[in-house]
């Protein structure tokens, strides 16, 4: 027996049955499309998770003191960590971020707030190409301008590629964020007195921080996963960083390395600096979403 409810309206009042709308095409049709919805997150998330289960499965066991005190051992040998290439990799990161950080969001302050028309199109437009560039073309980059020119690999090198490839990340965030900005934020501030320079520095930039600050994090997160570029600018060392100038090891590089040897003291080693690859893909990620949590304006 059908459920009849009254539906009164400006289009007339009468009985409608339930049931017979939850099985109307249109209610099949809407639930259809969520299931099948349904199903397409879950096999766009199952690689993600596939992916951090192996890598979790395969690099867990190689966790202990000694990888982040320790240099890897020689070829064949067990035992030993990476601690040179995690103090390798955050030193070109470092680099990296000092170098595009500055660049980018004063490339985006100009575009958000000076270049109108055809220019800031055009620059735009060159951003996105740059965004597309593969990696290893921004190493054979440094390597032609830095590493020939200075006679060696270095940490600088490697820092200055890694900074090509945020670039546009941070550029078209900050970008974006700028744009967000209510333009009433920036009239108030010129009605009080403030010059185009005091309102952009003490206004507009401070009431885009989160949106700025998730670029960098996202930015950072691609440049920590490169390897190329390294291969080219940094190449590798199984030492102690001897300075900013040398031969500097990398978490990527060594993956690279290690996971080709047929030897199983490496492979571990391997797996254990993928594993500490994702978790600061994943750290920057988590900061990104905390300074976004804060809304812009």
Do not use: H
């Amino acid at each position: 027996m059908s459920t009849t409810v009254e539906n009164s309206n400006s289009f007339g009042s009468g009985p409608v049955n339930l049931k017979k709308s939850k099985s109307s095409p249109r209610a099949i049709f809407n639930i259809g499309m969520t299931i099948l919805a349904g199903a397409c997150l879950a096999i766009a998330l199952l690689p993600l998770f596939a992916v951090l289960f192996y890598v979790i499965s395969k690099g867990a066991a190689s966790i202990n003191l000694n990888l982040f005190t320790k240099l890897p051992p020689p070829p064949g040998l067990s035992g030993g960590g990476v601690a040179n290439a995690i103090i390798g990799t955050l030193l070109t990161i470092g680099i990296a971020t000092l170098i595009a950080v500055p660049f980018g969001v004063l490339a985006a302050v100009y575009l958000s707030e000076f270049s109108r028309g055809e220019m800031a199109r055009w620059i735009r437009f060159a951003t996105n190409v740059l965004s597309g560039v593969p990696s290893i073309i921004a190493g054979v980059f440094a390597y032609g301008l830095l590493v020939v020119t200075m006679g060696g690999f270095s940490a600088v090198a490697g820092g200055a590629a890694l900074s090509v490839l945020m670039l546009p990340t941070i550029i078209r965030t900050t970008d974006e964020a700028l744009q967000i900005v209510p333009q009433d934020i920036r009239w108030a501030s010129v009605g009080i007195g403030a010059s185009n320079y005091q309102t952009i520095l003490r206004v507009v930039i401070p009431a885009a921080i989160p949106a700025i600050l998730t670029g960098v994090t996202l930015a950072i997160a691609r440049a920590a996963g490169e390897t190329a570029p390294l291969i080219f600018t940094a190449l590798n060392s199984p030492f102690w960083p001897k300075g900013l100038f040398e031969p500097t090891p990398s978490l990527s590089v060594l993956v690279y390395n290690f996971a080709t040897v047929p030897f199983k003291g490496q492979q571990d080693l391997a797996w254990a600096a993928s594993l500490i690859l994702v978790f600061l893909v994943l750290l920057t990620s988590v900061l990104s979403r905390l300074a976004t949590r804060r809304k812009v304006y």
